[in-house]
């Protein structure tokens, strides 16, 4: 073509060679010069001998016109750009690509329909010693593509499509796209869009840049993947990642930067690295470049039954748009993971091993182990730096892989919910000195320890409402640090349904009024225990429920609904009841262990169900009465009644003191020191000292302030 222009486009089919040259005669010495209508040549050889030029540029208007320059056998290879080697095919040369001038709508390079051979693109850019610039919106087309050579795309042009089409035949071209040398590395000559399109693998080799957003999509099972060259880089550095994908996705360049991702694959797995930070939103792109504009919109990270791993160093990573997936790995130093959108929804299974995580999800949610996907390993429960706060909107599980690590040393820690059904756990949490807060009824599947002591620091659990096993006597619980065991209404209690196996604290304790705190073990509280109102125990048959700090409640019962036959201590100093106490169990009830020990109920107390009772300190009441059963005195024991009577309806031994201050009636129903006798026993002056039992043995004196009134012959 010499010369030649056309009006309303053209179609050329060749079955040897198309020449396009200026000729004498025409206007300028250009090439052809469409003013209306699309120009495609089909052609198994062409040379643009000179320039072809659009419509109109693009800083002038909108293009209008098509360039297509396709193998007229469509399993031809293709050759752009000069690349080393030989060249093979259809070849677009340097001086080709520079002959394209500004103005077309699109440049189609290769069959975008049919096409099956192999592309292999060289360097194209004027920082790389050549002329040739891609000047247009462009797509590159054939059975498979790779770029081999580095490749700038001008801020002309709105995309760059690599589109490679497969040809049907497994012995043939794989459908595949290789970027083996970087995209749009100078920023002077980069665009805004590159689009990697594949119905075989994607394999990037070397490092893709856009200015807006970079575009990966594969069908026909077709992988993601990144390779890092040793001391290279193969990052993709654009605003937007956008990924659809019929297989695996696995981007693990640590150099990747992205700010805003949106992620789909057909139920396939995703591994993504990125250290810089993003958001987990919504991307839409709209070709308008082809005869019939499309926008394609991905929302969110939607990767059906696959698993997705997620690695972020030292950054901050948020979602607009929910996360769909069987299973969600979070890795990163000192990241934080703020994943709170309600609309999440993972079938599977939480990890995280990170700085700290905030995750909600629409239903049921389970911590524990998530597998390995492509380069990351199996990882299993959530270790952070940070906080954790996990919300599931009905049943929150937590397996006995799950455990939860937190080395925050103050605040709240961690955050547990399991908004309408719950949080079934057997996994243990772990804190550097900071609370936990379960914050629904939990269910304990295995025996757990809650550990919120660093050092010096001690923090807090708080169970917000019932604790229970699974099976009686089967799950324990064990706090290290502080408890907080409430009922936000009425009576939530800790075992009302399934008593647990043991339940023991190492800090203080802080009961809800009305709670019951039943095991069928050992409970034990060794720091101060506290409640506003009464609360209920109950252990198994020969079990203790032991207060070994500081007690002070406003109420206690020892239940026997199940067993009447366990022990209760009271060990602590002081310990003070405001309402009237009956220990109503059978095993020994021990009121202080030492001399220095000091117990007040003040509604009185009643002791005379249990085996024997041993008593150790000064022990009171607030004019109210005390009555006791077997008794035995483990250390030197004031009681006083004030105005209340004290009674010992039973034997009383030990080889310690016994000063009883009570202006009513001191009464001893039974022997004193029959089997061990007392030190001492002394009773104040203002009351009256009843002996029915027959004999009062001390190995000291004997001092009654009172007249004393002999119920039988005494000894």
């Not at 490749?151 to 071209?173: H, K």
């Amino acid at each position: 073509f010499i010369g030649a222009g056309w009006v309303g486009g053209a179609s050329v089919t060749s079955s040897t060679r198309v020449q396009i040259r200026a000729g004498a005669t025409s206007t300028g010495g250009t090439g052809p010069t469409p003013h209306d209508g699309d120009v495609t040549f089909t052609t198994d050889q062409i040379n643009f001998k000179e320039a072809v030029v659009g419509t109109t540029a693009k800083s002038e208007g909108d293009p209008t016109a098509t360039l297509v320059v396709r193998p007229r056998t469509t399993s031809l290879d293709l050759t752009i750009a000069s690349p080393p080697g030989i060249p093979s095919g259809l070849t677009i040369t340097d001086p080709d690509i520079a002959a394209i001038q500004a103005g077309w709508k699109r440049v189609v390079f290769g069959d975008e329909h049919a096409g099956t051979g192999k592309v292999r693109v060289g360097s194209i850019g004027s920082q790389y010693g050549g002329f040739s610039q891609i000047l247009n919106t462009t797509t590159i087309a054939g059975g498979e593509i790779s770029v081999v050579q580095p490749v700038d795309v001008t801020t002309l042009a709105d995309y760059l499509e690599l589109l490679a089409l497969g040809d049907g035949d497994e012995e043939g071209a794989a459908g595949g796209i290789t970027i083996d040398a970087p995209i749009n590395q100078t920023s002077e000559e980069r665009n805004d869009w590159v689009r990697l399109t594949a119905v075989g693998p994607i394999a990037i080799k070397a490092p893709v840049w856009a200015n807006e957003t970079g575009s990966l999509t594969t069908t026909e099972g077709g992988t993601i993947t990144q390779t890092t060259p040793t001391n290279g880089s193969a990052k993709i550095d654009a605003p937007n990642l956008a990924v659809d994908a019929d297989g695996a996705v696995s981007l693990t360049d640590a150099d990747n930067a992205f700010t805003t991702v949106a992620i789909r694959t057909t139920n396939d797995d995703v591994v993504l690295v990125e250290n810089s930070g993003y958001d987990i939103g919504e991307i839409a792109t709209t070709d308008d470049a082809r005869d019939t504009p499309a926008t394609v919109t991905i929302t969110g990270i939607n990767v059906g039954t696959g698993t997705v791993r997620l690695v972020t160093d030292d950054a901050a990573v948020t979602q607009s748009k929910a996360i769909i997936a069987s299973g969600l790995g979070l890795e990163g130093d000192k990241t934080s993971w703020t994943l709170g959108l309600a609309t999440n929804d993972l079938v599977g299974t939480l990890a995280a091993n990170t700085g700290s995580v905030v995750f909600n999800d629409l239903d049921d949610l389970t911590i524990g182990t998530v597998a390995a996907v492509g380069p990351q390993l199996v990882m299993s429960g959530i270790r952070v730096s940070g906080t954790v706060a996990v919300t599931a909107a009905t049943k929150l599980t937590i397996t006995s892989a799950g455990d939860i690590v937190s080395q925050s040393k103050s605040g709240t820690a961690v955050s547990l919910t399991g908004t309408s059904g719950g949080i079934e756990t057997a996994g243990d949490v772990t804190t550097a000195g900071g609370d936990v807060n379960f914050n629904q009824a939990v269910t304990l599947t295995g025996d757990i320890t809650v550990d919120v002591v660093d050092g010096e620091t001690t923090g807090k659990a708080t169970f917000f409402s019932t604790v229970d096993g699974t099976t009686s006597g089967q799950e324990s619980l064990t706090i290290t640090g502080d408890l907080d065991a409430r009922g936000s209404i009425g009576s939530k209690t800790v075992g009302s349904t399934t008593a647990l196996e043991f339940l023991s604290v190492s800090g203080n304790s802080t009961f809800a009024s009305g709670i019951t705190l039943r095991t069928t073990g050992n409970q034990t509280y060794s720091g101060k225990a506290t409640s506003n109102g009464t609360i209920t125990i109950q252990a198994g048959t020969g079990s203790t429920v032991s207060f070994l700090g500081e007690t002070s409640l406003g109420g206690l019962v020892t239940a026997t609904g199940d067993t009447a036959a366990y022990y209760v201590a009271l060990t602590g100093s002081p310990v003070t009841i405001t309402a009237a106490v009956t220990f109503a169990n059978t095993g020994t009830v021990t009121l202080g262990d030492a001399a220095g020990d000091s117990l007040t109920f003040d509604g009185g107390v009643v002791s005379t169900a249990p085996s024997k009772t041993k008593l150790a300190g000064a022990l009171g009441t607030s004019n109210d009465d005390a009555t006791f059963g077997v008794a035995e005195l483990t250390a030197a024991t004031p009681l006083s009644t004030g105005s209340g009577n004290a009674k010992f309806t039973s034997t009383l031994d030990g080889g310690h003191s016994l000063t009883v201050n009570s202006t009513a009636t001191t009464t001893f129903d039974a022997a004193v020191g029959a089997t061990t006798p007392l030190s001492s026993l002394t009773t104040d002056a203002g009351g009256t000292p009843a002996i029915d039992g027959g004999s009062v043995k001390t190995t000291g004196t004997q001092t009654y302030h009172d007249d004393v009134r002999l119920g039988d012959a005494t000894t």
